[in-house]
């Protein structure tokens, strides 16, 4: 169990052009869900945190109207890459925090969406 | 704020040869230690975890134990194997931080050869 799932696994797009990509946990409900964008051979860092419902919170130095993120259900999360330019292109990873399950480590990672935009 | 550093990689070792991967970290607070593990196209998978100094996480022949006056998280395993290659991540979740807010180190990866 406690699966997460994320679609597309990899995108080319043109620059000026919007992306979006999806997250899903497949068999739990995830009251909070996480996006991280991971540089070649750096490490992960957060973007937002999103809760169902409700509006995402942003980290420092993530611009919120172009990185739109929307939480709809306790399974789907959502982040759109508006206007992509060149140095959008990057590793996008979510992650899913179990609802229900108390405790910190019950946070599962989806496999990743690659954007490369031209 | 909250900082993990892992040692730089990447590692090379041959099977069965014994590892280790050094992390410490700066934190706020009590935090709570994680290793995660990134096998080649799959996402990241929660290796092993401890919440207080001095326990000591262990799965799959790994182990790291909280070092509290160190500030560190090492992780080791007595005898590696090919399916051990992967990309390592050390990290936290600091006590000050919001809940399930996890730091991560900059990842080391792990190549082991037959």
């Known amino acids: 169990g406690a699966v997460v799932s994320q679609h597309p696994s990899r995108v080319i797009c043109k620059s000026g052009t919007s992306v979006k990509i999806e997250c899903r946990s497949l068999?739990?409900?995830?009251?909070?869900m996480f996006w991280y964008r991971q540089f070649p051979k750096q490490s992960l860092m957060l973007m937002a945190t999103?809760?169902?419902?409700?509006?995402?919170?942003?980290e420092q130095g993530v611009e919120k109207d172009k990185f739109l993120i929307n939480h709809a259900s306790l399974t789907l999360s959502t982040l759109t890459v508006t206007s992509a330019h060149p140095e959008d292109s990057s590793f996008y990873i979510c992650?899913?925090?179990?609802?229900?399950?108390?405790?910190?480590?019950?946070?599962?990672f989806g496999p990743g969406t690659r954007l490369l935009v031209l | 704020g909250d900082s993990v550093t892992q040692m730089e990689g990447p590692v090379t070792l041959s099977e069965e040869a014994f590892l280790t991967i050094n992390c410490t970290y700066t934190?706020?607070?009590?935090?709570?230690l994680f290793w995660y593990v990134q096998y080649p196209g799959e996402g990241l998978q929660l290796l092993l975890k401890?919440?207080?100094?001095?326990d000591k996480g262990s799965n799959k022949g790994f182990e790291a134990t909280y070092r509290k006056e160190t500030t560190s998280f090492h992780l080791e395993k007595g005898s590696v194997q090919v399916s051990d290659s992967a990309v390592y991540f050390c990290?936290?979740?600091?006590?000050?931080?919001?809940?399930?807010?996890?730091?991560f180190g900059q990842g080391t990866i792990l190549t082991v050869h037959p």
């Open positions: 992650s899913a925090h179990k609802r229900g399950v108390p405790g910190q480590g019950a946070q599962y």
């Open positions: 068999d739990f409900q995830a009251t909070t």
């Open positions: 999103s809760n169902e419902g409700s509006k995402a919170t942003y």
């Open positions: 934190a706020t607070g009590y935090p709570s």
């Open positions: 401890a919440t207080k100094a001095d």
């Open positions: 990290a936290l979740i600091g006590g000050g931080t919001s809940y399930g807010k996890l730091t």
